[in-house]
């Protein structure tokens, strides 16, 4: 079975700290994801990475950055954190960027920052 | 404009009760569409793929369809632990990446005993 694991199920942090949330898949996959989910809103994609130090933006990326330097883990950046950034962060893998592949998410990260 | 609508958004049904979920979609060029099971607190759960049009798909009571514009979510005599928000995804084939899928905003399922 896939695994896909999230460093923390809940966090608080403080506006204007640096947040760090990791995601780690145990199954040599090439594509990781970060989703951010709201209420009416649904799952929205903030980056994405197809292989170790590559990256792409997603659908809202403003106020994040992420890091893949192993294969394994994808880690996302809150650089200073706001009160806008209160969500539900869900992790994802696929397998391969050439064949269209189901995603696998983790347990999710609900963070408020207050 | 919304790319992947469903609906309704809530529904609520007796168990044994079957009905249908809907998914529509304006993307061009579908690769695929996927369906997930989230339960609350959880992470989605991978449901189905479906590729073309007039495929479908069964995992126990759910069966998932596939026309040009829309996706259907069957669910046959469901159960209270079908109970949860069922979301749709697609990924488009023409332009943009090519593994980034695009989600609708989900149907909350409610199945009473």
Redesign the interface.
Same mark, same amino acid.
């Given at each position: 079975d896939v695994k896909?694991t999230q460093s923390s199920r809940y966090l608080v942090k403080r506006t204007g700290e640096k947040v760090f949330l990791e995601c780690v898949q145990d199954m040599d996959h090439e594509?990781m994801f970060w989703y951010r989910q709201d209420p &009416? =809103? &649904? =799952? !929205? /994609?903030i980056y +994405?990475s *197809?292989d170790v130090k590559m990256k %792409?933006k &997603?659908d809202i990326p403003e106020g994040y950055s992420v890091s893949r330097e192993k294969k394994e883990r994808f880690s996302l950046i809150l650089e200073s954190a706001s009160t806008n950034q209160t969500s539900m962060y869900?992790c994802?893998s696929?397998f391969s !960027?050439v064949t /269209?592949d %189901?995603? *696998? +998410? &983790?347990?999710?990260t !609900?963070l408020t920052v207050t | 404009e919304d790319q992947v609508t469903q609906s309704p958004e809530a529904l609520r049904l007796q168990e044994g009760e079957s009905s249908s979920l809907n998914c529509s979609y304006t993307v061009s060029g579908l690769r695929g569409l996927f369906w997930y099971r989230q339960d609350p607190g959880k992470g989605p759960e991978f449901l189905f793929t479906l590729y073309s049009a007039g495929e479908e798909k069964e995992k126990e009571r759910l069966k998932a369809t596939l026309t040009k514009k829309e996706s259907f979510l069957h669910i046959t005599a469901p159960k209270p632990e079908d109970s949860a928000t069922y979301l749709c995804a697609v990924q488009e084939g023409s332009g943009g990446s090519n593994y980034k899928l695009t989600f609708g905003k989900g149907t909350l399922l409610t199945v009473n005993p």
């Open positions: 896909v594509n &009416g =809103l &649904g =799952l !929205r /994609l +994405f *197809y %792409e &997603g869900l994802a696929s !960027r /269209l %189901e995603q *696998y +998410f &983790g347990p999710g !609900r | -």
